[in-house]
Nanobody, 125 residues
Framework: QVQLVESGGGLVQAGGSLRLSCVVSGRTFSTYAMGWFRQAPGKEREFVAGISRVSVTRYQESVKERFAISRDNAKNTVYLQMNNLKPEDTAIYYC???????????????????WGQGTQVTVSS
């Protein structure tokens, strides 16, 4: 059974940086597209960034110039580097896996069949 474990969240001042990591158990990581989603209190879960199995990337427009997603298949890990953080980035961040095998990134949460437990990111003004 595939499991996802996120780490790297925390409290940071506006303008600061954090790097989230998501370690995926199992042997099939390289075949998954991976995504980062976030959910703020009272809001729906939203797509932040994704990377396909062939490393095609896709971003939500509001983070495009500030966040970078990457993957290391040798370490079964996907990363989200977050720079110039803003208070509106405050949310629980979730890592998710899409085993659909497409060479592209899907943005709908329903496309992702495996989820981590989430890590809290809080950005103070």
């Amino acid at each position: 059974q595939v499991q996802l474990v996120e780490s790297g969240g925390g409290l940071v001042q506006a303008g600061g940086s954090l790097r989230l990591s998501c370690v995926v158990s199992g042997r099939t990581f390289s075949t998954y597209a991976m995504g980062w989603f976030r959910q703020a209190p009272g809001k729906e879960r939203e797509f932040v960034a994704g990377i396909s199995r062939v490393s095609v990337t896709r971003y939500q427009e509001s983070v495009k110039e500030r966040f970078a997603i990457s993957r290391d298949n040798a370490k079964n890990t996907v990363y989200l580097q977050m720079n110039n953080l803003k208070p509106e980035d405050t949310a629980i961040y979730y890592c998710a896996g899409d085993r659909g095998g497409l060479p592209t990134v899907r943005v709908g949460p329903a496309a992702y069949d495996t989820w981590g437990q989430g890590t809290q990111v809080t950005v103070s003004s």
